[in-house]
């Protein structure tokens, strides 16, 4: 379930709204990494490369919007 609001998300900001606004914060082996939406999307190749389960939050301005630790 979490996995399809996700891609909710992600398809309002692309489609829908200023891409510009969202940041995402994954994890990258040991570390966590945070950035735009846009960048994330060039560096995962649309999700192929990076998992939406390292999807740690998704960032619209300063609010949290998604976030894998709540349910």
């Given amino acids: 379930m ?3 609001l996700l891609q909710e998300i992600m398809s309002k900001a692309i489609y829908a ?3 510009n606004l ?3 914060c994954y ?3 040991d570390a966590y990494k945070e950035v ?3 960048e994330f999307l ?3 190749e649309n999700l192929q490369l990076i998992p939406a389960n390292r999807i740690i939050y998704v960032k619209r301005g300063n609010d949290i919007i998604y ?3 709540h349910k």
Avoid: A, E, F, N
């Fill in 17 to 19: 709204d200023d891409i």
């Fill in 42 to 44: 060039t560096i995962s």
């Fill in 36 to 38: 735009t939406l846009r």
């Fill in 27 to 29: 994890r990258d082996r």
């Fill in 22 to 24: 969202y940041k995402v």
């Fill in 67 to 69: 976030s894998k630790r």
């Fill in 2 to 4: 979490r996995k399809g």
